[in-house]
């Protein structure tokens, strides 16, 4: 069998490109490992409570100065717990003044979800063992709904929140 000249230059590079490029993603995949990078930190999924952020009493909204807050959220099959008011009654809305800065600080006791705060720049995968973070200024006034994105069983589309940024 001949092969022409030009058709052997790209078999080469074609089978270069190939080989390269699976080398990148076996490096990527299983030397460093695929997690992204706001999953520094671990947790036990089984017992998230023994986290500082993720005791009962310091869920949900707080703020740690002036016009900076920290939210801390536990995702479960098919919730989000946000802590509770006064009353006991769960928190379902997030209400913070426009211009602050808040970082969202969000683990799973079960599977996989997520946690996007549908127009704004929040959107993160939420996998138990880890914790997602992530800081953004409110800049828009509004309120933005939570949702769950990474589809978790049956109750996928009940799993909601509500951010809302007042003027
Ligand atoms: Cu939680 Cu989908």
């Known amino acids: 069998m001949h092969l022409h000249k030009y058709e052997k230059i790209w078999l080469v590079f074609g089978l270069g490109s190939l080989a390269l490029f699976l080398l990148i993603i076996g490096f990527a995949a299983f030397w460093k490992g695929t997690h992204p990078q706001s999953h520094i930190e671990t ?9 500082e952020s993720f005791k009962p009493e310091n869920l949900g909204l707080r703020e740690v100065a002036d016009g900076k807050y920290i939210v801390n959220i536990v995702a479960s099959a098919f ?13 379902k809305t997030i209400r913070v003044p426009k211009g602050s800065t808040v970082l969202f600080q969000v683990t799973t006791k079960d599977v ?14 939420v996998e138990p063992g880890h914790i997602s973070r992530l800081e953004t200024v409110m800049k828009n006034a509004g309120e933005f ?10 109750g996928h589309h009940q799993m909601f929140a509500t951010v809302e940024v007042y003027d």
């Open 79 to 91: 919730n989000y717990d946000i802590g509770s008011d006064d009353a006991g009654k769960p928190v």
């Open 145 to 154: 709904t939570v949702v769950c994105n990474e589809y978790c069983g049956i």
């Open 112 to 125: 996989v979800h997520g946690f996007q705060v549908a127009g704004t720049n929040v959107n993160m995968m």
């Open 43 to 51: 947790i036990d999924p089984q017992n998230v409570e023994a986290h």
